[in-house]
């Protein structure tokens, strides 16, 4: 320090006058004093880093803009710029003339502080006048005038103290004539940025503009009274987090809810994120990396200058220590030196703790905004992806890039910095090092190089280990998400167990490259911890051989140091961890959005010619799903459709009907030919798809209501009825997928849907086949035929009665159009179009057409929906939805997830290892330090006894480290291994009432994104708080014995930090647990979207559905943003806390007499005091870490005790293995209900099906049909009454050995992705011959035969690659394979043509001619051969006898459902 002085000052440290005294208060005064010079130059430095702040804070202007400022600058601003611009280039022409002039005398740099004054003054002013006078008013007001009023200030003392001298010694120096005019540029300066200034009124903070000015079309604002407090916060309290206190103190006066968290400032937003992102990609043309750096290289930059600043800070630490030491041994290099220290000591301690949170708090914003725009990005790919990319990404792959890969590109930005500040703050050790111990420091790097370069192939490793585990975690991931969203199905045919052994061994796999990953992260922190160890024996044993002497001032420099620098070097294994974690789910989402995307633009065409001839128009088109000319879908297509035109479209099972409709939204690449259409669609898949939501936002689907369309459109669907039976009319909440309305419903809201928005052209994908006849007939009266009547319309059916009523009807066969006439000319002329009709009659039979008679629908009036409406609304006011709001835990729950997390497979014994051996670590570098502090300085000690103690002790330190590890690994690992478990098999035996009021996106965000941080994080979080923390209290501890006095400043401290931990937990974990039930929302309107995308791209709501996800990002990062600002607020306020305790401590010893401390004693005190500031932060910062990461253990306990199913196996009440033998159907009484607080659905069915009958179920669309067959599988429970099969009540017996007995055909065929094989036989228990006879009677066998894989050919997630029609097929030949005694189908053949129809029906009674066939059907055919039929109503039994008793009563309900099927069948005749 002498040595700087000296230079700085020259060799009379001090000015000509005052050469005796340097830092008395008359020195500090004097304008010609050394000291006065230091201080303006400190001033001026303050003032520059303060403008450079102002300028990167302030976004770039556009050219438009900056020419309107050069036109709004005022004359004060230009006098202020000519004044303050000519003063500061005086000073520095004056300053560089000084330099000049001693180079030339003294041909050195003597005495320095003379022209280093007025050089960096002059350039200081220079920029400071030039920048404010004529750039100030692009920049935020507050920081302007405050800059301007400090400048004001400091050149006014400047100058009253110049005024003052040249009184006093009655003579006048230039430095006295500039100081002057200092004070009256300053002035200008002052007035400029207060008057000279326009500011625009509605731009009074530039700071504040939205980023993007519009969005979609329009700006957005918001009501400034909910944006959070971030947005308009002045200078001081952005830095100090003032800001936050309202929301602080909301959360200790209540429990803080959603709409207790402000929204995001209009530039963190995810719509402003990612405009910005596709503005700079499509401008640049740059890589996905390089655009999102300069998306945000701003802010990247001033948190990089905030970590600079940080480690610049720190690393004076050891330097302070050196002075103290000097101190206690009465060596003051100047008067008051003791003071400057402490007061020195304690700011450089609060501007570590501001430029430490300023760069946390700005990366953790950056990652933010990452996140928010990779994951829009993702969505928004996801609704342009091409059908072969769809191949490739599975809807569980995609979940995946946005719930764990974007989450961990996000976590990366706030580590980026610590690559490079960890080397710097190295780099200033090793400097300071050498200072300290001299050669000895070669030997502290040689060992720091080996460090480093033993783990650069683990680095590699890692890399290769992590990329395994992200695609192990895929593939378990896609089972999944496939068994939880079929979930019904695997109950079904009681497949769960093995889907789950299934998920299970992928588990297997996945954990196989968890354990490498955290063993060799094991290993990195266990090699990165151990260093400093390693580098304290190198160092001192090479002082040894060096002869460099040991004294307590070099030993404890070098011990503080290596503390400073330890923490950093060791969060090196999770900087690398971080790192290949981002780059690798970075690569990942990149491959994912450079995936080819579908281009339907030249299909759809915006036509503005309004008298265009066709509306849809085929010129010999081939189309291919998987873009192969050599194989078309769909060949030579040519069709011309008139607007108006109403066209069939027929053909057996896989002829390509619905391709040809996917081919008019521009679903199928074009290989050959052209395909155009004009004008707006409307589309109704086969498959309906809805919405989690009220029905009224299903049918509305993001169009304004209008009440008498809106009417129309329900009445038009059939839809009044079902809506005054549902609990709360149209507004009842659907679950996801429908769950809670029946097939019929479900395909009547999307009519409706498509009927409301009123389009040119409806695409209807067979949607009659989920309605009863008597629906079906209303519906083509009312809504084909009368709604439609003026639009263009393609409908495909297998249902011929309606075709004569066509314009057109199109028959295909094998992906070609073989005819399209109107349909008595194809009749006449087509042989394949008479044999379909022919098939028709033949399923009924024609003798029976004399019994019918015409019947039309009733209608209800649109007072009637009004009033039903409100009446429903009246009585369910306050009542139970199905979709509940989403659990979290509220309040403080202690250390109940704690405990639950180490409960798991002997954690706590791993944990009570891994804490003993990290507390024995402490103790061993708290003795070690000891015996170097007692007896660096004795004498009597010599060096080599010395140096190999403190050895000893450090290398049995080590020992306890490795435990430390191993035994983070093994808790880690059985954690993880025993909560997957109970949450898989919890999930897997949870009722289907458990799936129907819980969307999959909620599930799904725990399995993946929750379980991923159980397995990577919490087990090495809780040991590094554990760590930390110990770390922190072992600095204060070492602090309180050696300087007891310290105990009156860190008790009260102590206690007012609990305080305001406590304060800060309050506000803290909600906001964590409001995050992650907000992330579910993400996640399931994902998967929603995914499942709907055809849907969303006919109705061209791309825009509205990526808003919608725009909007939920928001909602999901303005808790995270308020959480992680909340770490940053507490830290800082504990920072300062610190920093008193050690100022205190640093007094204490200065101020008591000489001897009072040793020096080895107070340079091991103020080693660990100023480690304390770096503690704490590692300590608070892994606390808060860990109360984030322990939410997912939160939300996967939620999941992990829901109510079970009966069991399985009741091994005292087994069925025999043959039963059911005769198939005998006994239902008494039966009453079920789907959940407690709901009405009945069935009320009190009473019947018997004789063994070997054949049933028919019928009744209208919700009369409670699939609820029966429900019941027989025990998907639900009865509420009242029995069921009893062969003498056997199946309440009493295991739900396996009941579902494993029956067959059933499922209403929604479903099939999962792998091969044909396995869709068939998912347990392997047939040959392949019986498969190929399966097959060959499923009338599936040419359609595998064709494929080149045979029996492995691929089916893609949903069976997409199949047609619905072929998807049943295979259902029925499950059905085949099991051979059951009672087989059910649950509307089977809805989907397959008439003449497939009664194939399988042939098929059936061949097959299953002893068996129980419970036939629950819309197609009055399908049951007219049945020995029995049952009709229901409301839940109730109408009527059940044999078809042919029931006919004769007109009465009857089964009677009315044949007239009203076969009064369309006149028309055909």
Not at 77 to 91: D, E, M, R, T, Y
Not at 393 to 415: C, K, L
Not at 634 to 652: F, M, P, R, T, W
Request: charged share 20%; hydrophobic share 45%.
């Amino acid at each position: 320090m002498d040595h700087l002085w000296t230079v700085f000052c020259g060799g009379s440290n001090c000015s000509s006058s005052h050469e005796s005294s340097c830092v008395d208060f008359i020195s500090v005064m004097n304008p010609s004093s050394c000291i006065n010079h230091a201080l303006i130059i400190c001033f001026d430095l303050v003032l520059l880093v303060m403008l450079l702040f102002t300028i990167m804070s302030k976004k770039s202007s556009k050219s438009s803009q900056i020419s309107a400022y050069i036109r709004n600058i005022s004359r004060l601003q230009i006098a202020s710029a000519i004044i303050n611009g000519l003063l500061g280039f005086v000073c520095l022409s004056f300053g560089v003339w000084i330099l000049e002039e001693k180079l030339r005398r003294n041909g050195a740099f003597v005495s320095v502080h003379w022209w280093m004054l007025f050089v960096f003054h002059g350039l200081s002013w220079l920029f400071l006048g030039l920048t404010l006078s004529l750039w100030g008013q692009r920049f935020p007001r507050s920081p302007v005038r405050l800059i301007s009023i400090l400048g004001f200030l400091i050149a006014g003392i400047t100058c009253g103290l110049s005024l003052f001298t040249a009184i006093l010694e009655k003579k006048v120096s230039v430095k006295m004539v500039l100081d002057v005019l200092y004070f009256i540029g300053s002035t200008f300066l002052v007035l400029c940025t207060y008057k000279g200034f326009r500011y625009e009124d509605g731009d009074k903070n530039g700071l504040y503009d939205p980023l993007l000015g519009s969005a979609n079309g329009g700006s957005k604002t918001c009501s400034g009274s909910h944006v959070t407090g971030f947005a308009k916060a002045s200078f001081l309290s952005k830095y100090t987090f003032w800001w936050l206190n309202p929301l602080m103190k909301k959360g200790r006066d209540k429990t803080l809810d959603e709409e207790d968290i402000p929204k995001l400032r209009e530039d963190d937003r995810a719509e402003s994120c990612y405009l910005l992102y596709t503005e700079i990609l499509n401008e640049k043309g740059q890589s996905v990396l390089k655009t999102i750096l300069l998306c945000h290289w701003k802010e990247i930059l001033i948190s990089g200058f905030f970590a600079f600043l940080k480690v610049v800070t720190i690393s004076a630490g050891p330097l302070l220590l050196q002075a103290f030491i000097k101190v206690a041994e009465g060596k003051e290099s100047f008067k008051y030196e003791r003071y400057i220290l402490v007061v020195t000591l304690f700011l450089t301690k609060n501007i570590e703790s501001v430029s430490q949170r300023q760069w946390y708090f700005r990366s953790r914003l950056v990652g933010l905004k990452v996140k928010s725009l990779l994951t829009a990005a993702v969505y928004q790919k996801q609704l342009r992806l091409s059908n072969s990319a769809k191949m490739i990404y599975s809807s569980g792959e995609i979940m995946n890039f946005v719930t764990v890969d974007a989450y961990r590109i996000g976590e990366f930005p706030f580590w980026f910095h610590q690559i490079w500040t960890t080397s710097l703050q190295l780099c200033l050790a090793i400097i300071i090092l050498y200072q300290a111990v001299g050669l000895a420091t070669f030997a502290s790097m040689t060992v720091i190089i080996v460090t480093v370069l033993c783990n650069t192939p683990l680095a590699k490793l890692q890399h290769k280990f992590q990329t395994k585990l992200m695609v192990a975690q895929d593939g378990r991931l896609k089972a999944m998400s496939e068994a939880l969203a079929n979930m019904k199905v695997l109950k079904l045919y009681a497949w769960e167990t093995h889907f789950r052994h299934v998920i299970e061994s992928l588990r297997l796999a996945e954990e196989k490259w968890l354990s490498a990953v955290q063993l060799r992260r094991a290993y990195n922190t266990f090699l990165f911890w151990v260093s400093p160890l390693i580098v304290s024996a190198a160092t001192f044993g090479a002082c040894y051989i060096l002869g460099v002497p040991l004294s307590s001032s070099n030993v404890f420099t070098f011990v503080a140091t290596l503390r400073l620098v330890q923490d950093p070097v060791r969060s090196i294994p999770d900087v690398i961890g971080v790192f290949i974690q981002a780059k690798v789910a970075f690569s990942r989402i990149v491959k994912f959005l450079e995936a080819p995307e579908l281009d339907s633009k030249n299909v759809r065409v915006k036509s503005l010619n309004t008298r265009t001839t066709s509306e849809i128009s085929f010129n010999s088109a081939n189309l291919s799903w998987d873009e192969n000319p050599l194989k078309p879908t769909l060949q030579n297509i040519s069709l011309s459709v008139k607007a108006g035109d109403k066209i069939a479209i027929c053909g057996e099972v896989g002829s390509g009907k619905s391709t040809l409709l996917a081919s008019v939204l521009g679903e199928v690449p074009i290989t050959k030919g052209t395909v155009q259409v004009h004008g707006t669609i409307a589309y109704v898949s086969q498959t309906a798809w809805i919405r989690t939501g009220s029905i009224r936002e299903n049918i509305l689907f993001g169009s304004a209501l209008d009440k008498e369309r809106y009417q129309d459109a329900l009445q038009r669907c059939s839809l009044v009825k079902d809506l005054e039976l549902l609990p709360y009319g149209d507004l009842t909440e659907i679950g996801e997928r429908g769950v809670n309305l029946s097939g019929g419903q479900k395909q009547r809201i999307q009519l409706a849907r498509a009927l409301y928005q009123d389009s040119d052209i409806y695409l209807l994908d067979d949607p009659f086949s989920a309605v009863d006849a008597h629906t079906a007939s209303s519906l083509f009266n009312e809504y084909v035929m009368g709604a439609l009547s003026s639009k263009t319309v393609l409908l495909v059916t297998h249902q011929v009665d309606f075709l004569p009523m066509f314009d057109s009807v199109l028959l295909m066969s094998n992906g070609e159009i073989l005819q399209a006439s109107p349909y008595s000319q194809l009749l006449a002329s087509c042989q394949e179009f008479r044999e379909l009709v022919n098939a028709h009659k033949e399923t009924a039979g024609s003798e029976r057409l004399s019994q019918v008679t015409a019947s039309r629908n009733r209608e209800a009036s649109s007072k009637e929906i009004d009033k039903a409406s409100a009446e429903k609304k009246d009585q369910n006011l306050g009542g139970d939805q199905l979709i509940k709001k989403e659990e979290r835990e509220v309040g403080d729950t202690g250390l109940k997830p704690y405990i639950l997390y180490l409960n798991q497979n002997k954690g706590f014994l791993f944990f009570a290892m891994a804490a003993f051996s990290h507390l024995t670590f402490v103790i061993a570098q708290i003795l070690q330090n000891s015996w170097m502090a007692a007896n660096v300085d004795d004498p009597n000690v010599s060096s080599l006894r010395l140096i190999v103690l403190y050895l000893v002790i450090g290398a049995v330190a080590s020992i306890f480290l490795l435990v430390r590890s191993i035994a983070t690994v093994v808790l880690n690992m059985e954690s993880s291994r025993a909560l997957f478990s109970q949450l898989l098999i919890s999930l897997f035996r949870a009722p289907m009432s458990f799936y129907d009021s819980t969307p999959l996106g909620r599930i799904l965000s725990r399995v993946s994104s929750d379980l991923s941080i159980v397995d990577l994080d919490i087990a090495f979080n809780l040991l590094f708080t554990f760590g930390a923390t110990s770390n922190c209290y072992s600095s204060l501890i070492v602090l309180a014995v050696i300087t007891w006095q310290v105990l009156f400043v860190s008790i009260p401290m102590i206690f007012l930090a609990i305080r305001l931990q406590r304060y800060y937990f309050s506000s803290a974990k909600e906001l964590m647990r409001i995050n992650g039930t907000t992330k579910s929302f993400v996640a399931n309107h994902l998967t929603e979207s995914i499942a709907g995308v055809v849907t969303i791209r006919a109705f061209q709501q791309e825009d509205r559905f990526f808003a919608k996800n725009l909007e939920l990002i928001d909602i999901n990062g303005s808790p995270f943003f308020h959480y992680f600002s909340a770490n940053e607020w507490l830290i800082q306020r504990l920072e300062t806390l610190s920093a008193t305790v050690l100022a205190f401590a640093g007094l204490c010893m200065v101020l008591l007499p000489t001897g009072t401390f040793t020096s080895g004693f107070i340079g091991m005190a103020l080693s660990y005091g100023l480690s304390l500031n770096i503690s704490l932060v590692f300590s608070i910062n892994n606390q808060c870490t860990l109360a984030n990461c322990i939410v997912s253990v939160e939300r996967l306990d939620q999941y992990m005790h829901i109510p079970s199913e009966a069991p399985e196996v009741i091994e005292q009440n087994r069925p025999p293995v043959n039963w059911p033998t005769e198939g005998k159907v006994e239902i008494q009484n039966l009453q079920i209900k789907y959940r407690p607080d709901s009405p009945l659905v069935l009320r009190g069915i009473s019947c018997t099906f004789e063994g070997g009958h054949k049933i028919g179920i019928v009744g209208r669309t919700g009369s409670g049909k699939t609820t029966l067959t429900a019941a027989l599988f025990r998907l639900v429970e009865p509420a009242g009454g029995k069921i009893i099969v062969d003498g056997i009540n199946i309440s009493t017996i295991g739900i396996h050995d009941l579902r494993s007995r029956f067959g059933i055909i499922p209403q929604d065929p479903t099939l999962f992705k792998g091969t044909v094989r396995y869709n068939l036989d998912p347990l392997g228990r047939h040959t392949e011959q019986e498969l190929w006879e399966i097959l060959g009677k499923c009338q599936l066998k040419e359609a595998v035969q064709e494929k080149e894989e045979g029996l492995d050919s691929p089916v893609v997630e949903d069976g997409s690659n199949w047609s619905m029609g072929q998807r049943q097929l295979f259902c029925l030949g499950r059905a085949l394979l099991r051979r059951s005694k009672i087989l059910v189908l649950d509307e089977a053949t809805a989907s397959i043509d008439n003449a497939t129809d009664m194939f399988l029906q042939k098929t059936i009674r061949t097959e299953f001619a002893d068996c129980t066939v419970i036939t629950v059907a819309h197609r009055i055919p399908t049951v007219m051969d049945c020995t029995m039929v049952l009709a229901i109503s409301d839940g109730k039994v109408v009527e059940y006898d044999d078809p042919m008793t029931l006919m004769k009563n007109e009465e009857s309900l089964f009677g009315q459902l044949v007239k009203e099927y076969w009064s369309r069948h006149n028309s055909v005749e």
